[in-house]
T-cell receptor, first 114, second 109 residues
C-alpha cells in the first residue's frame, strides 16, 4: 500500500510558467487537501475537497486551482507561477468521517520559482 | 484572527523528558492534533485530544485544557531519533486544521 504519492519530488520553474503538482491516494479517503509549508510559518491550506466532484478554498487559494474528478486524484495547478509560490507543497487525505478524521500526508513537492 | 503558538526551538538530552507547549485561539474547537515532522519529510500523526485530560501512547503523552486554550506534548526517555519538529494543529468550527509553526526539538547525547 503506497498511501499518498506526489509528483514531482522537486521542480525548478521559471516565473510565468504553468505547473501541475500531482497527488494520488490509494486509501479510498473521501477528503483531500493541499497545503504549503514555508519556513517559520505553519502549514497553510490552499484548497480542499470533501468528496469527489467538490472542491473548496482554503486560507491561501489565490494563484492556485484544483480539480477532483475521482476519489484517488487531486492535482494542484499553478496557472502562472510567481516567485512567492516557492514553497514545499504537501497533499493530505482523510476519510472524512469519524471523530478523529486524521489527515495523512504525502512526501511533498519542493517547488522553486525563479 | 486564529492563532496557534508554540516555542520555535527546544533542546533536551537523550534519556530525559521534554514538554512542548501549545496555546491556541481559534474560532471554535473540534479537536487538537500533534504531528511529528523529521527534516525533509512529511508530517506524521502522533496524537489527538478532544476532551480535557491526558492521552498516553507509549513514550508520548498529550494533554489538553480547553478552558485555557492549552495543550502540551510530553516525550519521555528521549532518543536521538526524536529530533524533529513537532506541529500542533487545532480543528476549528469549519472543520479545517489551523497549524502552529512547529517546535524544532534538538536532542543532545
Amino acid at each position: 500500500i503506497a498511501g499518498i504519492t506526489q509528483a514531482p519530488t522537486s521542480q525548478i520553474l521559471a516565473a510565468g510558467r504553468r505547473m501541475t503538482l500531482r497527488c494520488t491516494q490509494d486509501m479510498r479517503h473521501n477528503a483531500m487537501y493541499w497545503y504549503r509549508q514555508d519556513l517559520g510559518l505553519g502549514l497553510r491550506l490552499i484548497h480542499y475537497s470533501n468528496t469527489a466532484g467538490t472542491t473548496g478554498k482554503g486560507e491561501v487559494p489565490d494563484g492556485y486551482s484544483v480539480s477532483r474528478a475521482n476519489t484517488d486524484d487531486f492535482p494542484l495547478t499553478l496557472a502562472s507561477a510567481v516567485p512567492s509560490q516557492t514553497s514545499v507543497y504537501f497533499c493530505a487525505s482523510s476519510d472524512g468521517g469519524g471523530a478523529t478524521d486524521t489527515q495523512y500526508f504525502g512526501p511533498g513537492t519542493r517547488l522553486t520559482v525563479l | 484572527g486564529q492563532n496557534i503558538d508554540q516555542p520555535t526551538e527546544m533542546t533536551a538530552t537523550e534519556g530525559a523528558i521534554v514538554q512542548i507547549n501549545c496555546t491556541y485561539q481559534t474560532s471554535g474547537f473540534n479537536g487538537l492534533f500533534w504531528y511529528q515532522q523529521h527534516a525533509g519529510e512529511a508530517p506524521t500523526f502522533l496524537s489527538y485530544n478532544v476532551l480535557d485530560g491526558l492521552e498516553e501512547k507509549g513514550r508520548f503523552s498529550s494533554f489538553l485544557s480547553r478552558s485555557k486554550g492549552y495543550s502540551y506534548l510530553l516525550l519521555k526517555e528521549l532518543q536521538m531519533k526524536d529530533s524533529a519538529s513537532y506541529l500542533c494543529a487545532v480543528r476549528d468550527s469549519n472543520y479545517q486544521l489551523i497549524w502552529g509553526a512547529g517546535t524544532k526539538l534538538i536532542i543532545k547525547p
